[in-house]
T-cell receptor, first 112, second 120 residues
């Protein structure tokens, strides 16, 4: 079966660094995605990892360890606009095509 | 360029009525996905279309749900005899390539704004 776990909520202050963890269990792993979703809006793509290691993109970085079934999204120099839900999603070749299995999302609140 | 569009943006219906939700994917994208997002829940996969192949309906929650994709482009999700538990945001996504087992591309999915369905 498939299972994606991430914290429900996190809080942080402007300028800080926050790490959002995601653990997964899948039978046919083929990549892990992070999406950002502001309230009432569509999810937007942030990052993709298929090999172990760290992918850096500006203030955001994503890490993957396939052997541990673990990923994290690292947000640096937090801004108020980073307040959103962060969705961890896994592509599982044993599921339909390239459809994604999503976690329930982590709601991040950034305060001044 | 134009992104994924969905209509209507909001739909309120009475229990037992049928509803149709529409999705226009990004031009040229061969893969199209429907997801459902209920309050406090993650996105739930419903159905997947790849080109002209038969869709994979493994995520549809009941036989009241069906979907079509005409001409490999526009898709319609139909919910018959709606129930209150069908209330959710229905999201459509498309990607450039959706070949099963393709490891050469990460096939980023682009999401539409969703249709918020409320069943009274």
């Amino acid at each position: 079966g498939q299972n994606i776990d991430q914290p429900t909520e996190m809080t942080a202050t402007e300028g800080a660094i926050v790490q959002i963890n995601c653990t997964y269990q899948t039978s046919g792993f083929n990549g892990l995605f992070w999406y950002q979703q502001h309230a009432g809006e569509a999810p937007t793509f942030l990052s993709y990892n298929v090999l172990d290691g760290l992918e850096e993109k500006g203030r955001f970085s994503s890490f993957l360890s396939r052997s541990k079934g673990y990923s994290y999204l690292l947000l640096k120099e937090l801004q108020m606009k980073d307040s959103a839900s962060y969705l961890c999603a896994v592509r599982d070749l044993d599921q339909a095509g390239t459809a994604l299995i999503f976690g329930k999302g982590t709601t991040l609140s950034v305060s001044s | 360029g134009a992104g994924v569009s969905q209509s209507p943006s909001n739909k309120v219906t009475e229990k037992g009525k049928d509803v149709e939700l529409r999705c226009d994917p990004i031009s040229g994208h061969t893969a199209l996905y429907w997801y459902r997002q209920s309050l406090g829940q993650g996105l739930e996969f419903l159905i997947y279309f790849q080109g002209n192949s038969a869709p994979d309906k493994s995520g549809l929650p009941s036989d009241r749900f069906s979907a079509e994709r005409t001409g490999g482009s526009v898709s319609t999700l139909t919910i018959q005899r709606t129930q209150q538990e069908d209330s959710a945001v229905y999201l459509c996504a498309s990607s450039l390539v959706g070949v099963w087992g393709d490891r050469s591309s990460y096939n980023e999915q682009f999401f539409g704004p969703g249709t918020r369905l409320t069943v009274l």
